[in-house]
């Protein structure tokens, strides 16, 4: 692995409740915290309706520009659950009945048990490889840059501490608060002209408007650990100065 | 308005803080509730980071698509706010600091204050009708079908409140909810008979893994009020006859 190697990845988060305000999604922060944790940078999220054109579609496009695209939903018995053959059809490859989640699924149920629509969650594009679900069996899937894992958070989590392990990763990026009492538009100037010579480095601005008055952050966000903690050093600088020229007033 | 029109919407967040983890989104859940409240069907959301051939890209992609686009984020006074020029860039319009959005920031702040960086937030696409942001004067504008607003929850809120009056809107949907105390996987079958009958339905069924057990919940939603009642009848005798089939074991 080289020092500057990148690697990317998008999120394809799949399902009518999220689009209508019934479910609020939990997964997004959840996986975006998990890949800056691990050195992947997250570089778009996509949210689709249960709607194959619509899926196959966001899947192709996300899947050829990043290093890996990691979908969560759709993989349950019901009717609505058309992820698994959504992914074969956006990779063109045939889905059948896989034996290895057939026997996933029997460690939890009789056979008797395991109906039509139960054998629906063993349906597996050809060439997966299954993502264990310690949470209640029913697999996710892993095929080319594609990661399928469930919607609902507790079995994502399970999903997801099963994935990370196999990705490759790339330089962590690490990330410096500096707080400022100051608004935004009184510092803007000067975090632009920092912003400028640490190309290198993101900086962004957070403001906040609470009842105790400005609480914005600052934040850093880079690979050297010496540029950060410079840059870092010149921010806080710029924000003593203008705070000290303000209290002068 | 026809009975059956229908009004879509997309939701683009603009961000890096949302890609990196950093800040949770609060938006997409609260704009998406809204939208079903007042009868705009929305359909797509898009998370990108702050990098304006991006934000170009996915608005473009979405307007064209949807009756409307909501963006969050990226309209603040410091460097990495760029949604503006972004919009402008995408409708191939010019900017320019608009003298409107000038002296809705007077109210707030003396003219020597209105420095470079601040008259940033004053910088406009031209033929934008501005969006009041009563929280912190910088406005928000619409331009064609695309509303952009601010990412701080507070004045999206506010802003929101200002543009829905505006807005197109079609009939609504109405969910139902029944509960379910068994296994997807039982009753996975029957629902699918029902949701192919009820075509012009959407029936989801939505698991949760508590430790109190199974409890799930199966939505119905459309815009025929009779429909609704009947479908959900129909689904409630389904659920109703397997719980007592499973009892009776």
Not at 147 to 159: D, E, L, S, T, W
Request: proline share 4%; hydrophobic share 45%; aromatic share 4%.
């Amino acid at each position: 692995m080289t020092q500057h190697k990148t690697i990317t990845a998008a999120i394809l988060v799949i399902g009518d409740e999220i689009l209508s305000g019934r479910t609020k999604d939990q997964n997004i922060g959840y996986i975006a915290e998990y890949m800056t944790r691990i050195g992947v940078e997250l570089r778009e999220v996509r949210v689709v309706p249960d709607v194959e054109e619509e899926i196959v579609a966001a899947l192709n496009a996300l899947r050829a520009r990043f290093t890996y695209v990691f979908t969560t939903g759709g993989i349950g018995p019901t009717h609505d659950d058309i992820t698994a053959q959504c992914v074969a059809k956006a990779f063109g490859v045939s889905i059948d009945v896989d034996e290895r989640a057939v026997e996933a699924l029997l460690t939890r149920m009789k056979r008797e048990d395991l109906n039509e629509m139960r054998l629906r969650m063993c349906r597996i594009p050809a060439g997966a490889s299954l993502i264990d679900n310690p949470v209640s069996a029913a697999p996710g899937f892993r095929l080319g840059n594609v990661f399928v894992m469930a919607g609902v958070p507790r079995i994502m989590h399970a999903m997801l501490d099963n994935v990370a392990p196999t990705l490759e990763t790339g330089v962590k990026i690490i990330s410096e608060t500096v707080e400022a009492g100051l608004p935004e538009g009184a510092y803007a100037g000067g975090l632009k002209e920092i912003a400028e010579r640490y190309s290198e480095l993101s900086i962004g601005s957070y403001p906040s408007f609470g009842t105790q008055g400005v609480k914005n952050q600052i934040v850093l966000r880079g690979k050297d650990l010496a540029l950060l903690a410079q840059g870092r050093a010149e921010v806080e600088a710029l924000i003593a100065r203008l705070e000290a020229e303000r209290a002068a007033k």
